[in-house]
Structures are given as structure tokens and as C-alpha cells.
């Protein structure tokens, strides 16, 4: 399934603020199958397991807890080249940067309340959608 998968969060902002059709919307008309579906909030812990890889870094207290503030949509997509596909409909992390007609244009509130994890490699998207979904839960 390698680079044919992605995982994505419709983060607690994009759901607090009635986005998930709107995104989820985007997401199919791009072209993407949607191949595990699921809300679900993140427990802190979960949150500093998920994001540890930026463990160090200066906002990654902010980052586990606004993660953790309120319900997620967890996805994981398929279509050709997913990851590269999914990051290009995304758009770039800051929305003030991201490209007109992309998610984070769109819906995103600010640099860290983007609206939408996109993974950033094929591995990551693996170990991300094993870390939300049991083999089972993926179609």
C-alpha cells in the first residue's frame, strides 16, 4: 500500500467550526477514497505520542494541547502518489501561504490552527494510520 496511502486529522478548529463535509468534500472531489473514517478526540498522551517527533521543538506543548482541546476527524485516503497529492490539496502549513482553493486557504484559522494533518512521507503515513485504525478498520 506504500504511496498509495495518506493519513489526514481534520483538526479540533476545522470541527469546531463546522468544516468536516465542507473538507471531507474537498478531499473526494480530488479524487481521494477514503479507506478508514473515524471521530475520535486525543487524549494528551496521546497527543505527545503522536506528535514526539517534535518532542524538542518550541511549540510542541501548544501543539499536544490544542490537539487534545476537542474532537478529531482521523482519515486515511488513497489515490495515486497520496502523500504528494494530499500535501499539494492541502496546502502549505501557513494559510496565509497556502495557495488559493486549497484546504488551509479555506478553512484553516492561522498557522497553528491549520485545519488539516497532512502526513509527509510514505512511512509516516503508514505508521499514522496504524497508530489511529486497527487493520481491520481500514477498507
Keep these: 500500500m506504500s504511496g498509495k496511502i495518506t493519513f489526514t486529522m481534520i483538526k479540533p478548529d476545522a470541527v469546531a467550526d463546522g468544516h468536516i463535509g465542507a473538507i471531507l468534500g474537498k478531499i473526494s472531489e480530488a479524487g481521494f477514497k477514503i479507506k478508514a ?72 484559522r492561522s498557522i497553528g490552527e491549520n485545519a488539516v494533518h497532512g502526513s509527509d512521507s510514505d512511512e509516516n503515513a503508514l505508521l499514522e494510520a496504524s497508530f489511529h485504525f486497527a487493520g481491520k478498520e481500514i477498507f
Design 37 to 108: 473514517l473515524k471521530l475520535t478526540q486525543l487524549t494528551v498522551a496521546d497527543a505527545k505520542k503522536f506528535y514526539e517527533v517534535h518532542a524538542e521543538r518550541p511549540f510542541y506543548g501548544e501543539l499536544v494541547d490544542f490537539m487534545s482541546s476537542g474532537p478529531i476527524v482521523a482519515a486515511v485516503l488513497e489515490n495515486e502518489n497520496a502523500v504528494e497529492s494530499f500535501r499539494t490539496l492541502i496546502g502549505a502549513t501557513n494559510p496565509a501561504d497556502a495557495a488559493e482553493g486549497t484546504i488551509r486557504k479555506m478553512f484553516a
